[in-house]
């Protein structure tokens, strides 16, 4: 019944801007730090972007950092990932996940949301 929903992804072109949304369900969003992660075709899956359960503390990959943002609204339980100046490096499914501490461990829940950078 716990349960983490990725949406906002599709098409954006390089330069464009996206907004992915995690939503949770069967569970309070705001006992948790949420981690958003990717995995492209053939790679492994990688750390994006993190946030504490309070909206506090945030951290960023190095390739993202810059261009991406992280927020919540504990109020309607969920997580964004705001994807400003995509390029096609950044193309991949997104996922979240919700983890003790921004370190982790992190649970993921649901398939991830395709997000594909391409002009």
């Known amino acids: 019944q716990l349960q983490l929903v990725e949406s906002g992804g599709g098409l954006v072109q390089p330069g464009g801007s996206l907004r992915l949304s995690c939503a949770a369900s069967?569970?309070?969003?705001?006992?948790?730090?949420i981690g958003w992660f990717r995995q492209a075709p053939g790679k492994e899956r990688e750390g994006v972007s993190s946030?504490?359960?309070?909206?506090?503390?945030?951290r960023y990959a190095d390739s993202v950092k810059g261009r991406f943002i992280i927020s919540r609204d504990n109020a309607k339980n969920t997580v964004y990932l705001q994807m400003n100046s995509p390029n096609p490096e950044d193309t991949a499914v997104y996922f979240c996940a919700a983890g003790a501490t921004m370190a982790g461990p992190f649970g993921s829940w649901g398939q991830g949301t395709q997000v594909t950078v391409s002009s």
């Open positions: 946030i504490s359960s309070s909206g506090s503390n945030t």
């Open positions: 069967g569970f309070t969003l705001a006992y948790y730090a």
